[in-house]
């Protein structure tokens, strides 16, 4: 027994309903937010990390990074509204953050200061409370409810310069707040008029730029209005405060309403600042000398179009810009938008586009499904899985090379999805029919459909041969060669969840609605094994390889084990509700899925009371998972439209390798149609290049003679300048010789000059010589008198000093005499003070003593009382204490039962609207034969009519026969007589 590992290797998915959900870690690598984990992405490397986040939260709602690339601060929502902040290095948890006070259950938008100590955190509805935290000592600082009204307030923001200052806009409001003496107050008074404010971003330290919801981009300056911008306005053209006051109430009107041109991103780099839109477009504004701005460029998400969809390029044209985020380097431009998709290009890349034309992203590494996936199947001879969604679109991975294969968008939604084992072919479910397509190399084509309604669930058999599919309660089984209906498993009374083939396709397990769990044996289409169990709507099955176990899930929080029609086991998932479950083609791995987004490895074989592992996973309710072929990965998709690839191995870390790997096929199907295509293509390409070889080779010759003779021109030019330097070097050196000539003379001369003037200076120094020592000789004995009569006066001043000392020493002594007596007279004093002080204190100590004593004996009584008091207090304190317990009971038991009762609600919701999409279903079906009558009958009509003409020219026909035999009786008659005559005279 033991429990297995799994361990996250790849993420294909964005959650893009989170506030600032991408953020540059550095120059190669991202960090954004993945089902319930934060993803960190390297760009050249394609490799990504993980960072798992909170276990009873409801989902991330808020995303920051720290300037200093640090730290990263997650908000998820919850019963609590909490903080986490970890460390980019280690990928740990570093401290996490909530506030007891706070009345929302989320955060909307979070931001570090510039020096990344502090964090700015804005709650959400109701009261809209803004928390500024020293993150490091878990200390709130400050507090602010920022919008008192039915507003929301959109972002929050620190001043780049400023730890102080901090700035928050929202519906009707934009607030600059600074934090002084524990307090944030507003300052800085910024007067506008109202409208939805949804970005803004800081250009500088006393500059602020602000959007809105109507398109419009407005600069201030030190709370002052400085310039007002439209997203209407083209390419190109400035726009001033003066010009734009008659433009904005018109951009306005022009607008057609909340939403259009709604900006929703905006950022601000060195040379100006980008927004992003909805419709996918983002505008880069330059900066002019004038501290104005200019829209220069324009870049848009491109705009796909489907062959099977005509809505195919309106989904795609949906993408609403979210996020935007440059690179460090500011070479690279990232868009995340509300359709889970993230996109780049390079700024480089945007220069070269002339003018009128608009620069496309390109997505950063695939697209993601935007919508819950709805099904997901593997194949064996092929690292792909397929899945589809509600946004109408099935797309294959490659697990191997962790990227996307194909990619296709259908008119419909995609309810359900098979995969070949060969790879090959896909089934697809949709609500009209179920149809069978080739995975070609660059598309997926339609080759067979089969006529059934609402497909939610279909697969093929291990071996490929066959396939089974779901029409509501039946369970019909068709061959994949010949396409015929070879049995129908009917039983279910409730529409079918889950089919699992067996390991030799020999049977077939179900489970429905309904509370059924069915064994099938195929060949004869009957029930081996069964079980019902009213109180439970199972959502998930599968089959021990060996088909000797079934073991499922459902509503009912538990996990069954059944065998031979009879429960054997049931394991307690505590009280979580698990949607999927899955065991390993090897039967040593146990997992599944829980409507949390929590995946679980469970102990197997199972124990009661049950054991797992649980792993932070998706941001809804898990809806599919399959395990590869050789046990390596485990594969999990959920409500939130992300898939995740897991590898997965035992407690000790080994991997449940099959006995025999198989190589996967690059084997791929190409029409015949598209080869002939792409063959007559190269071919005219192969003649093209032929055509410019010749034309290049043409050119080439003629350049070369062109460059031959400009060679020869350029070759004399250059020797006639050479002999022109040649004779002018011959001239500047006769001048230079001329000139050293008359340099030495000079030489010679100074040389003569400059001794004659040294013997000069040299007789002029020795006579002031002379002159100096004899003044010497006079200053030294001068000296000597000076210094004998210093002696003198010292030996003077010495006796002087003498006699005055022996004066003061007597006059002391006479002092000390007198000071010697007074401190006696002044002992004697002290000792009669010290007895009176020994009395005075020995009969204080007496009184104290008594004092004490008393004191004593009356506060024991009274400790006695108040313990007799206490004793009782207890007594009663109890008696309430069992009381309150009681009422506890009460309260968690009524509170179990409204739980229940909403999720009984919640499920006959599902029902309500599952049973009114497929009326929608029939009375499009009713529709479309009606159509199909009325075109029978039209051409019925047109039939009979055509068929009465013909029975006219007939009738006319029959006539002209009549009368053309009338005419050729008699000349046969004739012709006969005439052989008749000829055959006698022959004879």
Same mark, same amino acid.
């Given at each position: 027994?033991?429990?297995?590992?799994?361990?996250?290797? +790849?993420?294909?998915?964005?959650?893009?309903?989170?506030?600032?959900?991408?953020?540059?870690?550095?120059?190669?690598?991202?960090?954004?937010?993945?089902?319930?984990?934060? &993803?960190?992405?390297?760009?050249?490397?394609?490799?990504?990390?993980?960072?798992?986040?909170?276990?009873?939260?409801?989902?991330?709602?808020?995303?920051?990074?720290?300037?200093?690339?640090?730290?990263?601060?997650?908000?998820?929502?919850?019963?609590?509204?909490?903080?986490?902040?970890?460390?980019? +290095?280690?990928?740990?948890?570093?401290?996490?953050?909530?506030?007891?006070?706070?009345?929302?259950?989320?955060?909307?938008?979070?931001?570090?200061?510039? @020096?990344?100590?502090?964090?700015?955190?804005?709650?959400?509805?109701?009261?809209?409370?803004?928390?500024?935290?020293?993150?490091?000592?878990?200390?709130?600082?400050?507090?602010?409810?920022?919008?008192?009204?039915?507003?929301?307030?959109?972002?929050?923001?620190?001043?780049?310069?400023?730890?102080?200052? &901090?700035?928050? &806009?929202?519906?009707?409001?934009?607030?600059?707040?600074?934090?002084?003496?524990?307090?944030?107050?507003?300052?800085?008074?910024?007067?506008?008029?109202?409208?939805?404010?949804?970005?803004?971003?800081?250009?500088?330290?006393?500059?602020?730029?602000?959007?809105?919801?109507?398109?419009?981009?407005? &600069?201030?300056?030190?709370?002052?209005?400085?310039?007002?911008?439209?997203?209407?306005?083209?390419?190109?053209?400035?726009?001033?405060?003066?010009?734009?006051?008659?433009?904005?109430?018109?951009?306005?009107?022009?607008?057609?309403?909340?939403?259009?041109?709604?900006?929703?991103?905006?950022?601000? +780099?060195?040379?100006?600042?980008?927004?992003?839109?909805?419709?996918?477009?983002?505008?880069?504004?330059?900066?002019?000398?004038?501290?104005?701005?200019?829209?220069?460029?324009?870049?848009?998400?491109?705009?796909?179009?489907?062959?099977?969809?005509?809505?195919?390029?309106?989904?795609?044209?949906?993408?609403?810009?979210?996020?935007?985020?440059?690179?460090?380097?500011?070479?690279?431009?990232?868009?995340?938008?509300?359709?889970?998709?993230?996109?780049?290009?390079?700024?480089?890349?945007?220069?070269?586009?002339?003018?009128?034309?608009?620069?496309?992203?390109?997505?950063?590494?695939?697209?993601?499904?935007?919508?819950?996936?709805?099904?997901?199947?593997?194949?064996?001879?092929?690292?792909?899985?397929?899945?589809?969604?509600?946004?109408?679109?099935?797309?294959?991975?490659?697990?191997?090379?962790?990227?996307?294969?194909?990619?296709?968008?259908?008119?419909?939604?995609?309810?359900?999805?098979?995969?070949?084992?060969?790879?090959?072919?896909?089934?697809?479910?949709?609500?009209?029919?179920?149809?069978?397509?080739?995975?070609?190399?660059?598309?997926?084509?339609?080759?067979?459909?089969?006529?059934?309604?609402?497909?939610?669930?279909?697969?093929?058999?291990?071996?490929?041969?066959?396939?089974?599919?779901?029409?509501?309660?039946?369970?019909?089984?068709?061959?994949?060669?010949?396409?015929?209906?070879?049995?129908?498993?009917?039983? +279910?009374?409730?529409?079918?969840?889950?089919?699992?083939?067996?390991?030799?396709?020999?049977?077939?397990?179900?489970?429905?609605?309904?509370?059924?769990?069915?064994?099938?044996?195929?060949?004869?289409?009957?029930?081996?094994?069964?079980?019902?169990?009213?109180?439970?709507?199972?959502?998930?099955?599968?089959?021990?390889?060996?088909?000797?176990?079934?073991?499922?899930?459902?509503?009912?929080?538990?996990?069954?084990?059944?065998?031979?029609?009879?429960?054997?086991?049931?394991?307690?998932?505590?009280?979580?509700?698990?949607?999927?479950?899955?065991?390993?083609?090897?039967?040593?791995?146990?997992?599944?899925?829980?409507?949390?987004?929590?995946?679980?490895?469970?102990?197997?074989?199972?124990?009661?009371?049950?054991?797992?592992?649980?792993?932070?996973?998706?941001?809804?309710?898990?809806?599919?998972?399959?395990?590869?072929?050789?046990?390596?990965?485990?594969?999990?998709?959920?409500?939130?439209?992300?898939?995740?690839?897991?590898?997965?191995?035992?407690?000790?870390?080994?991997?449940?390798?099959?006995?025999?790997?198989?190589?996967?096929?690059?084997?791929?199907?190409?029409?015949?149609?598209?080869?002939?295509?792409?063959?007559?293509?190269?071919?005219?390409?192969?003649?093209?290049?032929?055509?410019?070889?010749?034309?290049?080779?043409?050119?080439?010759?003629?350049?070369?003679?062109?460059?031959?003779?400009?060679?020869?021109?350029?070759?004399?030019?250059?020797?006639?300048?050479?002999?022109?330097?040649?004779?002018?070097?011959?001239?500047?050196?006769?001048?230079?010789?001329?000139?050293?000539?008359?340099?030495?003379?000079?030489?010679?001369?100074?040389?003569?000059?400059?001794?004659?003037?040294?013997?000069?200076?040299?007789?002029?120094?020795?006579?002031?010589?002379?002159?100096?020592?004899?003044?010497?000789?006079?200053?030294?004995?001068?000296?000597?008198?000076?210094?004998?009569?210093?002696?003198?006066?010292?030996?003077?001043?010495?006796?002087?000093?003498?006699?005055?000392?022996?004066?003061?020493?007597?006059?002391?002594?006479?002092?000390?005499?007198?000071?010697?007596?007074?401190?006696?007279?002044?002992?004697?004093?002290?000792?009669?003070?010290?007895?009176?002080?020994?009395?005075?204190?020995?009969?204080?100590?007496?009184?104290?003593?008594?004092?004490?004593?008393?004191?004593?004996?009356?506060?024991?009584?009274?400790?006695?009382?108040?313990?007799?008091?206490?004793?009782?207090?207890?007594?009663?304190?109890?008696?309430?204490?069992?009381?309150?317990?009681?009422?506890?009971?009460?309260?968690?038991?009524?509170?179990?039962?409204?739980?229940?009762?909403?999720?009984?609600?919640?499920?006959?919701?599902?029902?309500?609207?599952?049973?009114?999409? @497929?009326?929608?279903?029939?009375?499009?079906?009713?529709?479309?034969?009606?159509?199909?009558?009325?075109?029978?009958?039209?051409?019925?009509?047109?039939?009979?009519?055509?068929?009465?003409?013909?029975?006219?020219?007939?009738?006319?026909?029959?006539?002209?026969?009549?009368?053309?035999?009338?005419?050729?009786?008699?000349?046969?008659?004739?012709?006969?007589?005439?052989?008749?005559?000829?055959?006698?005279?022959?004879?």
């Amino acid at each position: 027994m033991s429990i297995a590992i799994a361990q996250c290797k +790849h993420i294909f998915g964005v959650k893009g309903d989170v506030s600032s959900n991408v953020a540059f870690l550095d120059e190669t690598s991202i960090v954004y937010p993945a089902g319930a984990n934060i &993803v960190l992405y390297n760009i050249d490397q394609k490799m990504q990390r993980f960072i798992s986040c909170s276990e009873k939260s409801d989902g991330i709602t808020a995303m920051a990074l720290s300037p200093n690339g640090k730290y990263c601060a997650v908000a998820e929502k919850g019963a609590k509204a909490t903080i986490t902040i970890f460390d980019m +290095h280690s990928l740990r948890k570093k401290k996490m953050l909530s506030h007891t006070e706070l009345q929302s259950v989320e955060f909307v938008s979070l931001a570090f200061s510039p @020096d990344s100590k502090y964090l700015l955190a804005q709650g959400g509805r109701p009261d809209w409370q803004m928390i500024y935290w020293n993150w490091e000592k878990s200390k709130i600082m400050a507090k602010i409810v920022t919008n008192s009204g039915n507003g929301a307030i959109r972002q929050v923001s620190f001043n780049p310069h400023d730890n102080t200052l &901090v700035i928050a &806009v929202g519906d009707n409001a934009i607030k600059q707040l600074r934090y002084t003496e524990g307090i944030l107050k507003p300052t800085g008074f910024i007067k506008v008029e109202p409208a939805n404010y949804t970005a803004h971003c800081w250009a500088g330290e006393e500059r602020v730029i602000v959007a809105t919801d109507q398109g419009r981009i407005i &600069v201030f300056d030190n709370g002052e209005m400085k310039a007002d911008y439209s997203v209407h306005q083209q390419e190109g053209v400035v726009a001033t405060v003066s010009e734009m006051a008659a433009a904005t109430s018109e951009d306005g009107s022009k607008s057609g309403g909340i939403g259009r041109g709604c900006i929703r991103s905006i950022l601000a +780099h060195s040379k100006g600042f980008i927004v992003g839109i909805e419709g996918g477009m983002a505008y880069l504004y330059e900066k002019l000398e004038d501290g104005g701005y200019r829209r220069s460029k324009d870049v848009m998400i491109p705009v796909t179009s489907d062959a099977e969809s005509n809505e195919g390029g309106t989904r795609s044209a949906s993408h609403e810009i979210s996020h935007v985020v440059l690179s460090p380097a500011e070479d690279t431009l990232i868009v995340s938008t509300s359709t889970n998709q993230l996109f780049s290009i390079a700024l480089s890349a945007t220069e070269l586009i002339r003018a009128g034309e608009v620069a496309k992203f390109e997505p950063l590494n695939h697209t993601n499904h935007f919508g819950e996936i709805t099904g997901a199947d593997i194949c064996v001879r092929k690292p792909y899985i397929v899945t589809c969604s509600s946004d109408r679109s099935v797309r294959i991975w490659n697990y191997e090379t962790n990227s996307l294969e194909l990619s296709k968008e259908f008119a419909e939604e995609a309810h359900s999805v098979a995969l070949h084992p060969s790879g090959l072919y896909i089934l697809v479910g949709f609500s009209d029919k179920l149809r069978l397509m080739n995975i070609l190399i660059d598309d997926i084509r339609t080759f067979k459909e089969v006529t059934i309604r609402g497909c939610k669930e279909c697969s093929f058999s291990n071996g490929g041969s066959m396939f089974a599919a779901v029409q509501n309660t039946v369970i019909q089984i068709y061959s994949s060669v010949t396409f015929e209906n070879l049995y129908n498993l009917k039983g +279910h009374n409730g529409k079918v969840r889950q089919v699992v083939w067996s390991a030799d396709d020999s049977k077939i397990v179900s489970c429905g609605q309904e509370g059924a769990v069915y064994e099938w044996e195929v060949l004869t289409s009957k029930r081996v094994n069964e079980i019902i169990t009213k109180t439970c709507q199972f959502s998930g099955v599968t089959s021990s390889p060996e088909s000797k176990s079934v073991f499922a899930v459902g509503n009912d929080k538990m996990i069954k084990e059944i065998a031979d029609s009879q429960v054997i086991r049931e394991v307690d998932m505590g009280g979580s509700e698990q949607t999927q479950i899955v065991i390993s083609h090897g039967g040593r791995m146990l997992f599944t899925g829980n409507a949390n987004g929590m995946l679980r490895c469970i102990k197997f074989p199972l124990t009661t009371p049950g054991e797992w592992q649980e792993y932070q996973a998706h941001a809804g309710a898990i809806t599919r998972m399959r395990i590869s072929f050789d046990d390596q990965f485990l594969f999990t998709a959920g409500k939130d439209g992300t898939l995740m690839l897991w590898k997965i191995t035992d407690k000790e870390g080994r991997s449940m390798k099959r006995e025999k790997d198989v190589a996967f096929s690059e084997e791929i199907l190409v029409t015949k149609s598209d080869l002939e295509e792409k063959n007559q293509l190269m071919s005219e390409l192969n003649t093209r290049v032929e055509e410019l070889k010749m034309e290049n080779e043409y050119q080439m010759r003629i350049k070369e003679m062109s460059y031959n003779d400009k060679i020869k021109e350029l070759t004399d030019r250059f020797m006639q300048e050479v002999e022109a330097q040649k004779t002018k070097a011959q001239v500047y050196k006769t001048e230079k010789e001329q000139i050293m000539a008359k340099n030495e003379e000079n030489q010679v001369e100074m040389m003569e000059k400059h001794a004659k003037e040294m013997q000069d200076i040299e007789n002029t120094n020795n006579q002031k010589l002379m002159l100096e020592y004899e003044k010497y000789q006079e200053l030294q004995a001068k000296s000597q008198k000076m210094q004998e009569e210093y002696e003198r006066q010292l030996v003077d001043i010495e006796e002087a000093n003498n006699s005055a000392l022996q004066e003061q020493t007597e006059h002391y002594e006479v002092k000390l005499q007198e000071k010697e007596a007074q401190l006696a007279q002044a002992q004697m004093h002290f000792k009669e003070a010290a007895r009176e002080y020994d009395e005075t204190k020995k009969q204080i100590e007496e009184d104290g003593d008594r004092e004490i004593l008393d004191n004593k004996n009356k506060y024991e009584k009274r400790l006695r009382d108040e313990q007799e008091k206490n004793l009782q207090l207890k007594n009663e304190s109890g008696i309430m204490r069992k009381k309150f317990i009681s009422q506890s009971k009460v309260i968690e038991e009524h509170k179990a039962e409204i739980t229940k009762l909403n999720a009984e609600i919640q499920k006959l919701n599902g029902v309500i609207k599952s049973l009114d999409k @497929d009326i929608a279903g029939l009375k499009k079906e009713i529709n479309e034969r009606d159509t199909t009558i009325q075109d029978k009958e039209k051409r019925i009509y047109d039939l009979k009519k055509k068929n009465q003409e013909l029975e006219k020219f007939k009738f006319v026909l029959d006539y002209k026969i009549k009368e053309l035999k009338k005419l050729i009786e008699p000349r046969e008659t004739e012709i006969k007589e005439k052989n008749e005559q000829i055959q006698q005279m022959e004879s």
